[in-house]
């Protein structure tokens, strides 16, 4: 039972290049998250899949997209990445109401 | 709407002090309440969870909280500090309803000095 899994756990990039960061949970949850933790600011929501099929914005979608690709797996794509996206990403699952279950994270560095 | 307010970034005790870490939250409907631990270069992990039963709830670690609705508080304590419990703690609240999905607070540091 391996909980969230995240890959990469670090990334570097370059202005302008695209990535995508994948997550996949084996509790059978149907909620899945996307957050980034920055110093000071918290974890903020960036996009969120209720459950399988659906995907909503959060508090910061602006320069994201996510695929729901099944009950397991939730992507998260930069398609043209800025310095402003250097983060932490932790991706998360739950049932709703219940406790949140996280990924690792993965440390990105956008240059 | 619903927002969580964790008061003071850093809290610094002494291994054996009392740990109290504060938390108010707003929200329009009754909420659950939960505090997450995250260890260096770790992925944030449960400590304990208010979901309407009863006010104080046990967690692991020996941590504790109590809903206080008339506050609007749900305050993290531990009798006794080790230096294992240095981390960074997370206040998050979720609406009993409708979408579940949870605000979180920015985070309180923990320091335990020997």
């Known amino acids: 039972n391996a909980g969230v899994t995240q890959t990469p756990k670090f990334q570097v990039l370059k202005t302008g290049q695209s990535m995508t960061l994948q997550c996949a949970q084996d509790?059978?949850?149907?909620?899945m998250y996307w957050y980034r933790q920055d110093p000071g600011m918290g974890l903020r929501l960036i996009y969120y899949s209720a459950s399988e099929g659906t995907t909503d914005k959060g508090e910061v979608p602006n320069g994201y997209n996510v695929s729901r690709l099944n009950k397991r797996e939730f992507s998260l794509r930069l398609e043209s990445a800025a310095p402003s996206q250097t983060s932490v990403y932790f991706c998360?699952?739950?049932?709703?109401?219940?406790?949140?279950?996280f990924g690792p994270g993965t440390r990105l560095t956008v240059l | 709407a619903q927002s969580v307010t964790q008061l003071g970034s850093h809290v610094s005790v002494s291994e054996g002090a009392l740990v109290l870490l504060r938390c108010n939250y707003s929200s329009s409907v009754p909420p659950y309440l939960f505090w997450y631990v995250q260890y260096p270069n770790q992925g944030l992990q449960l400590l304990l969870k208010y979901t309407s039963a009863a006010t104080l709830v046990k967690g692991i670690n020996g941590f504790e909280a109590e809903f206080k609705k008339s506050e609007t508080s749900f305050h993290l304590t531990k009798p006794s500090a080790h230096m294992s419990d240095a981390a960074e703690y997370f206040c998050a609240v979720s609406p009993s309803g409708g979408s579940y999905i949870p605000t979180f607070g920015r985070g309180t540091s923990l320091i335990v000095h020997p």
């Open positions: 998360a699952s739950s049932e709703p109401g219940n406790e949140q279950f």
């Open positions: 509790m059978n949850h149907n909620s």
